[in-house]
């Protein structure tokens, strides 16, 4: 069946750097895209951007434009997001999800989701 | 602050019909698909209606999806204790460029 399995909970401090990584399996990974939604605790949903494993283009969400990196990997079927200069408000559940290759689209299914907590 | 707007909560009983609305404008919703996701508590979203009223394989017809000028709306029919969760609307934003998604509806069955 088709699975994205995330990497674990990540601790950061402010300022650091975090890159969870999104393994896929169960359909080509290269035909479709993968985009990153996060959830602050108790919040809704805010999408972060997507990336093409066909062709490696990524649209990136204005809010993180210059705060992200997402970047997939072929030969490991695996969608990796970077998301650099953390901040408190950072602290949120990040998920990843298969989306259309040719744009974000619609995102089925999910990744399990990653907590990151960023704390001093 | 979400540039789809939805109502916080809902709440029904079971064997009832639920409504869920969500409310954009002719940049989004006026202008592209709506797509609903369900979330059940502590687990990932899931694909719930695509493309404004079509359901993935293996939803219920019980939930059916609708779009109307700049609005879209969820029903569920037969109401269930394990429909017990939030629900999300999400679009297409041109002035955005992005996906935008609404607030979410936290959905109580009493």
């Known amino acids: 069946q088709v699975q994205l399995v995330q990497s674990g909970a990540e601790v950061k401090k402010p300022g650091a750097s975090v890159k969870v990584s999104c393994k896929a399996s169960?359909?080509?990974?290269?035909?479709?895209?993968v985009s990153w939604v996060r959830q602050a605790p108790g919040q809704g949903l805010e999408w972060m951007g997507w990336v093409s494993a066909y062709n490696g283009n990524k649209k990136y969400a204005q809010s993180f434009q210059d705060r992200v990196t997402m970047t997939t990997d072929s030969s490991t079927n695996t969608a990796y997001m970077e998301l650099r200069s953390l901040r408190s408000d950072d602290t949120a559940i990040y998920y990843c999800?298969?989306?259309?290759?040719?744009?974000?689209?619609?995102?089925?299914?999910w990744g399990q989701g990653t907590l990151v907590t960023v704390s001093s | 602050q979400s540039v789809l707007t939805q109502r916080p909560s809902a709440s029904g009983t079971p064997g009832q019909r639920v409504t869920i609305s969500c409310s954009g404008g002719?940049?989004?919703?006026?202008?592209?698909?709506v797509y609903w996701y369900q979330q059940l508590p502590g687990t990932a979203p899931r694909l719930l209606i695509f493309r404004n009223d079509q359901r993935p394989s293996g939803v219920p017809d019980r939930f059916s999806g609708s779009k109307s000028g700049t609005s879209a709306s969820l029903a569920i029919s037969g109401l269930r204790s394990e429909d017990e969760a939030s629900y999300h609307c999400a679009s297409w934003d041109d002035n955005l460029s992005g996906v935008i998604f609404g607030g979410g509806t936290k959905l109580t069955v009493l």
């Open positions: 002719n940049s989004n919703i006026g202008s592209n698909y």
């Open positions: 999800a298969r989306d259309s290759n040719s744009r974000a689209n619609w995102f089925d299914p």
């Open positions: 169960g359909y080509t990974f290269t035909t479709y895209g």
